[in-house]
């Protein structure tokens, strides 16, 4: 934080003085945090917004990298205490409690659920409906990441079981990956994400079944609102370093009330100003990326914790066999930093 100033009283030959010295502190040393996330623009924009307009440092916090993988690799960094915080969607936090692990989340990024699933064009005649990719072969990233959990849960919804009525195909989260396997082949369908969900619709590689960024079929395949990504950290963190999280969330926060007040266009530009947050839009049209921004915008909130969102979240995990025995909100958030709404 730099050199502090104290002002002092000073006495000298005729009199006292006021002079003011310049003390030289120690150097502030600010808390280096590596950020594991997927590729996602959904669950870190208001991260990769926060880091390029300095809201971190301004809370004195080095982000020093943002560590790209899977959902699935993100949780176990963070399990094995690698890591203090990660980006994470809902189903890994009662995954993890589940097997003794105490993730809690104390931060939502995103108020919708972001996972459509898209299909090959060259399938257009004939599937028309999720039931119809009986027999055909439907990706996802890993097993117990959101991709797979979404994946699951619309196949199920459709009647089908992913164990015996698709092949259901492990493809990691590279988007690289997955739209080169779209492409070719490799899979038929993806439960996919911003930013492969916009650009496989747009350049006719593929097309959706469902459409998740649209009120009607987020309403209909899984409610008006969900509490679907967002901040984790360990439960030891928040006890050990509670103002270490206050001012990660704080941060993120800012990130998210900037998204919020501003257009696809000018929250292109801040990201792509720095090559830190810029590298994750690399490779993609300028108009394309502003237009997934565009789509994505509506599922920023404030950043507090939804009870409704959820329950919506929790009542189809369990009721679609993604998770076994369902988890309390307590259990899963902590409000103290971002605070809980309806």
């Known amino acids: ?21 310049a003390l030289a502190a120690p150097a502030w040393a600010a808390d280096k945090v590596r950020l594991p996330t997927v590729v996602s623009y959904e669950l870190n924009l208001p991260s990769l917004v926060a880091t390029a307009n300095g809201f971190y440092k301004e809370e004195d916090i080095d982000l020093t990298e943002f560590v790209l993988g899977s959902g699935g690799t993100m949780r176990t960094l963070l399990i094995n205490k690698e890591v203090d915080f990660a980006l994470l969607a809902f189903v890994h936090v009662p995954l993890a409690r589940a097997k003794g692990a105490l993730l809690k989340m104390v931060l ?18 004939k599937v028309k ?14 097993p117990g990441a959101a991709s797979w959990a ?16 698709v092949e259901f195909v492990s493809l990691g989260g590279d988007p690289r ?14 439960s996919a994400w911003e930013p492969t969900t916009t650009r496989v619709i747009d350049e006719g590689i593929a097309y959706p079944l469902t459409r998740i960024w649209e009120p009607a079929e987020h309403a209909k395949w899984v409610g008006e609102k969900a509490l679907a990504l967002g901040l984790v950290t360990r439960e030891d963190v928040i006890k050990d370093k509670p103002d270490l999280v206050r001012r990660m969330v704080r941060a993120t926060k800012k990130g998210l009330d900037w998204v919020r007040s501003h257009s696809a266009a000018e929250i292109l530009d801040a990201v792509l100003k720095d090559p830190r947050t810029a590298d994750q839009f690399k490779g993609l049209d300028r108009a394309l990326a502003v237009k997934i921004i565009e ?3 509506p599922g920023f909130g404030t950043g507090c914790l939804s009870r409704g969102g959820f329950k919506v979240e929790m009542d189809l995990s369990v009721e679609y066999q993604i998770l076994k025995a369902p988890a309390t909100f307590e259990e899963f958030a902590d409000t103290t930093f971002a605070g809980a709404c309806s």
């Open 108 to 125: 939502a990024t995103h108020d919708q659920e972001i996972f459509s699933l898209v299909v090959r064009s060259e399938l257009k005649g």
């Open 129 to 142: 409906a999720v039931a119809d990719l009986r027999g055909l072969k439907v990706g996802f990233s890993t």
């Open 295 to 297: 789509r994505i915008k």
């Open 150 to 165: 979404l994946g699951s849960l619309y196949l199920r919804k459709a009647g089908l079981d992913p164990n015996k009525d």
């Open 177 to 190: 990956v997955i739209y080169t396997a779209l492409k070719t082949g490799k899979v038929d369908a993806f």
């Open 1 to 21: 934080m730099g050199t502090r100033r104290i002002a002092s009283w000073t006495p000298a030959l005729g009199g006292a003085l006021l002079t003011t010295l």
